[in-house]
């Protein structure tokens, strides 16, 4: 799909255009935000019995913040976002089993939703640089 295609959409249709089409390294840094900082210290101010989803949610966070802002790559960025997708899996089970996923901690949520939409924007990244290289040679 070519940009002028993506304008001449309107409402709903260019909605769907954009997150499909859309550029996906602005929510990558923001989850990996999320990730180092802001999930840690919510998971140690709410339940400190969550040690090891601290240690994975920032482990993660590092890795997709070096993913895409040093690296770059869509391979490795591809493992980064699903990586951060299973952490917002994690994180939202988490939540749910100890029955505080209410209020704002459903922000949680959307942290899920927008990671498994990185998921399907980066893959689909990937498969538009397959076809472009392909038509290269």
């Not at 709410?46 to 949610?57: K, Q, R, T």
């Not at 690296?71 to 089970?93: D, E, N, Y």
């Not at 990244?125 to 290269?136: A, G, P, R, V």
Request: aromatic residues 14%.
């Amino acid at each position: 799909m070519h940009i002028a295609d993506i304008m001449e959409d309107r409402g709903i249709k260019r909605a769907v255009s954009i997150f499909k089409y859309s550029d996906s390294e602005p929510n990558e840094v923001f989850t990996a935000i999320l990730h180092t900082f802001i999930l840690p210290a919510a998971l140690y101010t709410e339940m400190f019995s969550s040690p090891l989803l601290c240690i994975l949610s920032m482990a993660c966070g590092v890795f997709q913040g070096y993913a895409v802002l040093w690296h770059g790559g869509l391979s490795i960025r591809s493992k980064a976002v699903k990586v951060a997708f299973f952490v917002a899996v994690a994180t939202v089970l988490n939540y749910f089993i100890e029955d505080m996923l209410y209020g704002s901690n459903t922000g949680w949520v959307l942290v899920l939703i927008f990671s498994g939409w990185n998921i399907v924007r980066v893959e689909n990244q990937k498969h538009l640089e397959e076809i472009k290289s392909k038509f290269k040679e």
